[in-house]
């Protein structure tokens, strides 16, 4: 049974904390996506990976980074977290060229 | 206006009908269609896709994709309380990695 893991479901965060969301996939997928979920504004591309250690931006960059040092591993950081991040974000992977996207279950992050 | 359009709903239809869903969009270049599902508290988990122009079933859905027109749908049969979820269309180019997604539909259907 494929699966995408993330690190927690929900998540509380002071404004100005480094916060790390991790993402794990057991499908040997060379690509992994992150998104952000807001209502009315469906899924919005923050960064994806195409394969270790590659990245590139999506749609809406700015505020965050990511890393990837293992296949299997895709880790979203907010530097410094504002209220405006608060959200629902999404990890997804798939295989190269594929038409399917795996996702996990969400974290839930509230920044107060 | 952007890239990908959907009705919000939320929509509530009786069980036994048959709902459609619908995506427009405004990239020629999509080829890839897709249709997810997402349970409330869930992630989205893929329901059909369609390679270009055409048809497909599955069951009880229904996918349709129309580029002429920018427009596709997707209907459910017989539809049932467990059908309820928010529904979102997704769409890619040939050869690119990224999806676009419509924002979703809220569907309910009640007992």
């Known amino acids: 049974d494929v699966k995408v893991t993330q690190s927690s479901r929900y998540l509380v965060k002071r404004t100005g904390e480094k916060v790390f969301l991790e993402c794990v996939q057991d499908?040997?997928?060379?690509?992994m996506f992150w998104y952000r979920q807001d209502p009315g504004l469906g899924l919005r591309l923050i960064y994806f990976?195409?394969?270790?250690?590659?990245?590139e931006k999506g749609d809406i960059p700015e505020g965050y980074s990511v890393s990837r040092e293992k296949k299997e591993r895709f880790s979203l950081i907010l530097e410094s977290a504002s209220t405006n991040q608060t959200s629902m974000y999404l990890c997804?992977?798939?295989?190269?060229?594929?038409?399917?996207?795996?996702f996990g279950p969400g974290t839930r992050l509230t920044v107060t | 206006q952007k890239e990908v359009e959907q009705d919000p709903g939320p929509l509530s239809v009786p069980e036994g009908a048959i709902v459609s869903l619908n995506c427009t969009y405004s990239?020629?270049?999509?080829?890839?269609f897709m249709w997810y599902r997402q349970y409330s508290r869930k992630g989205p988990e893929l329901l059909m896709y369609?390679?270009?122009?055409g048809n497909k079933e599955d069951g009880r859905f229904t996918a349709q994709v129309d580029k002429s027109s920018k427009y596709i749908s997707l209907f459910i049969r017989d539809s049932q309380p467990s059908d309820s979820a928010t529904y979102l269309c997704?769409?890619?180019?040939?050869?690119?990695?990224?999806?676009?997604f419509g924002p979703g539909t809220r569907l309910s259907v009640l007992p």
């Open positions: 997804a992977s798939s295989h190269g060229g594929g038409h399917e996207q795996y």
């Open positions: 499908m040997d997928h060379e690509n």
């Open positions: 990976s195409y394969d270790v250690k590659m990245k």
């Open positions: 990239n020629s270049a999509f080829q890839y």
């Open positions: 369609t390679y270009s122009s």
């Open positions: 997704a769409m890619r180019e040939n050869y690119g990695q990224n999806f676009v």
